[in-house]
């Protein structure tokens, strides 16, 4: 469980100058460390960095190749997806503590292992041999970021989009663009629990495209990618809109059971 120690409390409770005065403890084990995470704990987190499809970046069985079953018989809309971590604890809570407990800070450690794939999968930067990319499919990087949106009533109750966060720190370090092209108009019911189907026919009448796409390279930003119906629904109206590619670059990606 994700422990909160009274030093850390008294650090969000108390000025920047003070606070560094106070012992740091790491956030899991409630060890000593020089950061909210001890270099064991952060070293033992789930990382999405196995074998995984070249589009949805699921784990692969060992009788697919470079495809999933499910990318090879209904291609998503959308190009390509890049996860940092399995959403399994303990990475789980601390996307929970980003998103609903305003745990900012969590956002440069989470994005760090995302930022190099991103280096390794893009013509902009030196690749390795390890590069997820095969030589002849990097793509340039994209032109712009789009977060995906929250109800304007989630954001006024939250205080902030989680996406929008994560967008801003990744945008800094790629130095590209924040284009908020996505509206959530409808609030739809809780996704958390629903078959991909029933995600789907949440979000069909609920997404809107306002802002011109056509032409663009567009890099989708969320926190968790769960079933995929989320940025799929964004992905295919994108895609209607004229994007002529759209990735998706996500913290978590929940594993496939």
């Given at each position: ?43 033992s987190l789930p990382k999405n960095n196995q074998a995984s499809c070249s589009i949805c970046d699921l784990p692969l069985l060992l009788a697919e190749s470079t495809l999933c ?189």
């Amino acid at each position: 469980m994700l422990k909160i120690s009274i030093a850390e409390r008294l650090k969000q409770a108390i000025p920047p100058l003070f606070s560094a005065f106070l012992p740091q403890i790491c956030h899991l084990c409630s060890g000593s460390s020089s950061s909210r995470l001890c270099n064991r704990c952060y070293e033992s987190l789930p990382k999405n960095n196995q074998a995984s499809c070249s589009i949805c970046d699921l784990p692969l069985l060992l009788a697919e190749s470079t495809l999933c079953n499910d990318c090879l018989q209904k291609p998503p809309s959308f190009d390509l997806a890049l996860c940092a971590w399995r959403y399994e604890a303990p990475v789980n809570q601390l996307i929970t503590s980003l998103k609903e407990k305003h745990g900012h800070f969590w956002i440069p450690s989470l994005s760090h292992p995302l930022l190099r794939k991103i280096q390794r999968c893009y013509l902009d930067f030196d690749h390795s041999p390890q590069s997820p990319c095969t030589p002849h499919s990097r793509p340039s990087l994209p032109d712009t970021l789009v977060p995906i949106p929250i109800h304007w009533t989630s954001r006024m109750i939250r205080g902030y989009n989680q996406s929008q966060l994560i967008a801003q720190y990744i945008a800094s370090q790629v130095k590209r663009p924040i284009q908020s092209a996505l509206q959530k108009r409808t609030r739809t019911p809780a996704q958390k629990g629903l078959t991909r189907l029933q995600r789907q026919r949440n979000l069909q009448s609920s997404l809107v495209c306002g802002q011109k796409v056509e032409g663009k390279h567009i890099a989708l930003i969320d926190d968790v990618m769960t079933t995929g119906a989320t940025v799929e629904a964004a992905a295919q109206l994108l895609k209607q809109h004229g994007a002529k590619r759209v990735d998706i670059w996500a913290l978590a990606r929940t594993p496939k059971t």
